[in-house]
C-alpha cells in the first residue's frame, strides 16, 4: 500500500475520490460553459394563470 | 511475559465444600468465594476462616477463573467475578489483577464488554453543565439506579457479598463511562472504556454474542467516519469554492444587445438577427427577453446558427404574464421578463434565428415587442451546487445515521435528549 492509503479505510477513500470526481466535474463543466437543465419550460401549465395558455 | 512478575499463588481446600481454591492474588485479596458452593473465606490472615457459609450451586461464567488475557496491551489474569443486577438487568463484572499494575475491572453487560479502572483522584471530576468533566472529556449523566450484588466468586480486595447494595450514577461520553457507586458512606469512582468485541475474542478466545441492542457507551461508527472524513469534507468544500471564485472572476459578462422582436401572427415566421461575435473559447450564455405582456403569453424558440459551419444550438425560453382581481383581491403570476441560459457554445460569430408561439385569454396572437439581448460567457453556479451536493450527500448520510444510533443509545435513559413532550 502507499505511503498515502496507509491508515486511510477503504470508506475514506471512496469518499475522497468522489469528492475528487466531484472537483473533476466541477473544474470542466465550468472550463467548457457547460451546465445542466439549461433551457426552461414554462413553469405555468395547469396553475391559476393555466386557462391562458395553448 | 519475561518480565512479568509471577504472582504469588496458593491452593487451600473450601471450609465448607472441601472443593480446591486456587488464591492468585495473595498477599492483595482480603476474600475468596468459593467456586463451587459461594461459602466467602477470609484470607487476608494466615489462619483462614469462614466469613459466611454459602450452599450454592456453582454459576456459569462466560470467562473462567485463572483466564489470562492481555487488554490494552497489558495481561491480566482473572481472579474473582461477580453479577450485579439493577432495574434494568443483571451484567457481570470480573475483577482482573495483574501483580505489576494492581486490580482492574472487565465488566460484560449482555453483549458489550468494558475495561474498568477505579478513579484514585476523584477530585479530578468536576461538575460542568452537561454533567461531568473529567481527563479532558465531557460527561452526560445518563443513568441512576441501584445496584445490588447476585453471585460472587473468586478473590476480591474487599469483603464483597451477596445482597451487597450500592447507589449507582452513570455519566457518558462514548467509548467512556464515569460510574459513581456509593455505598453507605463509601463513595467509589470508575472509568470504563467501551471494548469491541474483537478485543475480548483476541483476549480470552471466546467467541462474543453478537451485539443486538447499542450500549450507554458504545461508540458510533458513523461519529467515527465522520471524524475521520472532517478534514477531508472540509478540503474539498474549499477546492470547490476557490475553483467557482476562479470561474467568476475570469467570466467576462459581456453584454450584446439582440434586437427587439415582435411575435409574429403565425408559428414558423423566423426573424433573424445578428451576427453577434462570441470570442471566449467555450462559453456559458444567457439570453434575456423583455418584454411588457398582460395576460398572455411568449414562447420563444431560438437558434445559434454559427457562421460558416452553420452549426446550430437550439433553445428556447417563455416570457408570461397574468394578473387580475378575485375574492381574494388583486393577484399576479408570472413576469414579463424571460431568460435562458445557452451552454458550451464555442468561440464565433452567430446569427440569432427567433419563432415564436404567443396567445391571450382569447387565444389572440400578442403583437407585443420584446427586447432581446445576451450576456456572453457568465458564470455557472449550478455545476458548483452540484459538486456542493455530492461532497456533502455521504456526510449528511453519516449524519443521519449519527442521529439514529445516539436516538437508539439514549432510548434506554431517563435523561434522554431526544424525548420529546409529545412522546411522553
Known amino acids: ?54 | 511475559m519475561p518480565n512479568e512478575k509471577t504472582a504469588a499463588t496458593k491452593s487451600i481446600n473450601c471450609l465448607a465444600c472441601g472443593a480446591p481454591i486456587t488464591l492468585r492474588a495473595l498477599g492483595a485479596s482480603v476474600m475468596v468465594a468459593c467456586p463451587s458452593c459461594g461459602t466467602q473465606i477470609d484470607v487476608s490472615k494466615p489462619e483462614i476462616q469462614v466469613i459466611k457459609k454459602y450452599n450454592a450451586t456453582a454459576r456459569e461464567f462466560d470467562l473462567a477463573l485463572g483466564s489470562r488475557g492481555v487488554l490494552r496491551g497489558k495481561p491480566f489474569e482473572i481472579i474473582g467475578a461477580m453479577v450485579r443486577s439493577s432495574e434494568d438487568g443483571s451484567w457481570t463484572e470480573y475483577l482482573l489483577f495483574n501483580p505489576l499494575i494492581g486490580f482492574r475491572w472487565l465488566v460484560q453487560d449482555r453483549s458489550h464488554w468494558s475495561f474498568a479502572q477505579t478513579i484514585k483522584d476523584i477530585s479530578a471530576i468536576k461538575p460542568n453543565y452537561l454533567g461531568l468533566h473529567y481527563d479532558n472529556r465531557d460527561f452526560r449523566k445518563y443513568a441512576v439506579g441501584n445496584a445490588e450484588v447476585e453471585s460472587v466468586i473468586g478473590e476480591f480486595y474487599w469483603r464483597v457479598k451477596v445482597g451487597d447494595k450500592a447507589e449507582t450514577i452513570d455519566y457518558i461520553a462514548p467509548p467512556w463511562l464515569l460510574s459513581r457507586e456509593k455505598t453507605g458512606a463509601e463513595l467509589i469512582w470508575s472509568l470504563l472504556v467501551y471494548l469491541d468485541p474483537a478485543e475480548i475474542q483476541a483476549a480470552f478466545k471466546i467467541q462474543p454474542q453478537p451485539r443486538d441492542d447499542v450500549a450507554a457507551h458504545q461508540p458510533c461508527a458513523a461519529t467515527e467516519t465522520l471524524s475521520s472524513l472532517k478534514r477531508y469534507i472540509w478540503a474539498a468544500l474549499g477546492l470547490a469554492l476557490l475553483l467557482q471564485m476562479a470561474t467568476v472572476i475570469t467570466a467576462r459578462n459581456q453584454q450584446i444587445p439582440i434586437g427587439i422582436y415582435t411575435p409574429s401572427a403565425s408559428h414558423g415566421q423566423e426573424a433573424v438577427f445578428g451576427p453577434v461575435h462570441l470570442d471566449a473559447t467555450h462559453s456559458l450564455n444567457e439570453l434575456t427577453a423583455a418584454t411588457s405582456l398582460s395576460n398572455s403569453w411568449v414562447d420563444l424558440d431560438y437558434a445559434l446558427v454559427r457562421k460558416g459551419t452553420g452549426e446550430s444550438y437550439e433553445f428556447s425560453n417563455s416570457v408570461e404574464f397574468y394578473s387580475g382581481v378575485d375574492s381574494d383581491g388583486a393577484w399576479s403570476e408570472g413576469s414579463n421578463l424571460g431568460s435562458s441560459l445557452v451552454p458550451a457554445i464555442p468561440a464565433g460569430d452567430y446569427d440569432v434565428v427567433v419563432d415564436s408561439a404567443s396567445g391571450d385569454a382569447h387565444g389572440a396572437p400578442s403583437q407585443t415587442p420584446i427586447q432581446l439581448s445576451l450576456t456572453h460567457n457568465v458564470a455557472p453556479w449550478q455545476n458548483f451546487w452540484i459538486a456542493c451536493a455530492v461532497i456533502l450527500i455521504y456526510p449528511v448520510f453519516l449524519i443521519y445515521r449519527r442521529f439514529v444510533f445516539e436516538r437508539e443509545r439514549w432510548s434506554d435513559s431517563a435523561f434522554n435528549p431526544y424525548h420529546t413532550k409529545k412522546e411522553e
Do not use: E, W
Not at chain 1, 13 to 42: D, H, K, Q
Open chain 1, 1 to 54: 500500500m502507499s505511503p498515502l492509503g496507509q491508515g486511510l479505510n477503504p470508506k475514506i477513500i471512496l469518499y475522497i475520490a468522489t469528492c475528487c470526481l466531484a472537483l473533476g466535474y466541477l473544474g470542466v463543466a465550468n472550463a467548457r460553459g457547460f451546465v445542466p437543465f439549461a433551457s426552461p419550460t414554462s413553469k405555468y401549465s395547469g396553475t391559476t394563470a393555466g386557462h391562458f395558455h395553448k
